[in-house]
């Protein structure tokens, strides 16, 4: 029953731990004991971002769930008690439907390696779930903890601005004839951009709320 064993819920799923080991991180219980090679394993130290995922969590006084994003690598599995984590492979997925924040790094070239992209996806994708249209400083301020080696982050910006709220003339997305989008001092024009859909979320566990 729930309080006897570590229970949370990872892209949906319902994993019932009984004999948690409390010296396993959440990334080393996704990677190692669920078999998902998503989230990635880079300096295990809290310092880069590679590992990021989202744990959501029912908040009693709020009557809210809140989203959060987190490092996997220092988080210990059994830390995660009560909560939905959303991975990589819980967003989209090319054989199913990419999500939007995927799409725009792919649209966009933000991913060239690749190995900080789950990362990045899972900042993104929760900066959404809290704020489904965020100012430029909040998109940037949301990729405080990912580090890239690659792009330079510039594309990356490009891409997620295109998610920013209208502002008037400093808006960085001006919106063009025929569903155009211009980002301002970015790489141009991107046509025919996914729109954000909430239906493409995983649901709450209603199940975590009586915890
Ligand atoms: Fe670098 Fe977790 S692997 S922060
Ligand atoms: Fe290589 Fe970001 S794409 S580290």
Not at 42 to 52: K, L, Q, S, W, Y
Not at 87 to 107: D, M
Not at 187 to 206: A, H, N, S, V
């Amino acid at each position: 029953s729930i309080g006897d064993c570590l229970l949370f819920y990872v892209n949906g799923k319902r994993i019932d731990e009984t004999r948690p080991n409390p010296e396993h991180t959440l990334l080393y219980y996704l990677r190692n004991v669920l078999g998902m090679k998503g989230t990635k394993m880079a300096c295990g130290e809290g310092g880069c971002g590679a590992c990021t995922v989202m744990v959501s969590r029912y908040d009693r006084e709020y009557n809210k769930v809140m989203h959060m994003s987190i490092y996997a690598c220092i988080t210990p599995v059994c830390r995660v008690h009560g909560m939905a984590v959303t991975t990589v492979e819980g967003v989209g997925s090319i054989r199913t439907r990419l999500h939007p924040v995927q799409e725009r790094i792919a649209k966009f070239h933000g991913s060239q390696c690749g190995f900080c992209t789950p990362g990045i996806v899972m900042s993104m994708y929760t900066l959404l779930k809290n704020f489904p249209e965020p100012s430029q400083r909040q998109i940037e301020d949301a990729f405080d903890g990912n580090l890239c080696r690659c792009t330079g982050y510039r594309p990356i910006l490009d891409g997620f601005k295109t998610f920013s709220c209208p502002k008037g003339e400093n808006c960085c997305r001006v919106k063009k004839e025929g569903g155009m989008i211009e980002t301002k001092g970015g790489m141009g024009e991107i046509e025919g951009l996914f729109p954000l859909d909430p239906t493409q979320d995983l649901i709450f566990p209603p199940e975590l709320m009586l915890i």
